[in-house]
């Protein structure tokens, strides 16, 4: 666990609430209520937070995302498309026994067209890699998961705007194409046990893990989903002070 997954993860928790509620009454309370709420789940070394100042500050960036959300909600106030199982899945390929699963953050309806809008929302102060797979797999998803189109995606970076970012949208035959090679070589790999891996010195995907088990990480709990939570003591620097450090 680190502060940006963990302040990821509980403003999508609120924004994800709001889905399951008739429009009128979306914004019935401020979103911070929630978001305090939420917050108690992941506060202290269960969040990654080494100390208050740290966690604060986190806290405080979320915070300020979800009165953006408040004050420019946009299609949060519109018809949502709710998905009823807890975790979408379809048969990516029956013959490959390989299923795609996954959530999407948001479904907005557009009844001009009898389509759907996929918003995912970001709170990371990073644009998203044009090359990455979400989309196309959040496409295949929602167009094998519920009956109507999907005519529109969009990624919204809610740490700095006041509206989605439309993205282009994915060829359906080549994304299904690309997303089966990749899932048939993780099939494999788990079938052999053997996980090669290109970079010669590890990739920063799986360092945190290899940290685990030479025993580096501490372990601070257990989540909602029963998984064993770590954190990786490094060295932190708080924005703005560059003459100390705070070492855990």
């Not at 420019?72 to 390989?98: F, Q």
């Not at 949208?169 to 194409?177: F, L, Q, Y």
């Not at 993780?186 to 360092?207: D, M, N, V």
Request: overall charge positive; some cysteine.
């Amino acid at each position: 666990m680190s502060p940006p997954l963990s302040l990821g993860q509980a403003v999508h928790e609120v924004v994800e609430s709001l889905s399951i509620l008739p429009t009128d009454k979306r914004f019935m309370k401020p979103l911070t209520e929630k978001y305090d709420e939420v917050w108690k789940k992941i506060s202290g070394k269960i969040g990654g937070y080494l100390n208050d100042k740290t966690e604060n500050r986190f806290k405080e960036r979320g915070r300020k995302m979800l009165v953006r959300l408040h004050d420019n909600p946009g299609p949060l106030t519109k018809l949502a498309v709710k998905i009823k199982a807890d975790l979408p899945y379809y048969w990516l390929s029956e013959d490959e026994n390989i299923i795609l699963c996954g959530k999407i953050d948001w479904l907005e309806y557009l009844p001009k067209k009898n389509g759907v809008h996929i918003i995912d929302f970001k709170t990371g102060k990073s644009d998203e890699n044009p090359k990455s797979l979400q989309l196309p797999i959040y496409y295949l998803l929602a167009s094998n998961t519920q009956k109507r189109k999907v005519v529109k995606m969009s990624y919204w970076y809610i740490a700095r705007n006041v509206k989605p970012t439309t993205q282009k949208m994915p060829d359906p035959r080549k994304a299904k194409i690309k997303i089966l090679k990749i899932a048939k070589e993780i099939k494999l790999a788990r079938s052999l046990e053997r996980f090669p891996c290109k970079h010669k010195t590890g990739c920063r995907a799986c360092r945190p893990y290899e940290k685990i088990l030479r025993g580096e990480a501490e372990l601070v709990g257990v989540n909602e989903f029963k998984q064993d939570v770590y954190i990786i003591p490094v060295k932190m620097i708080e924005k703005g002070d560059k003459k100390s450090v705070i070492l855990s």
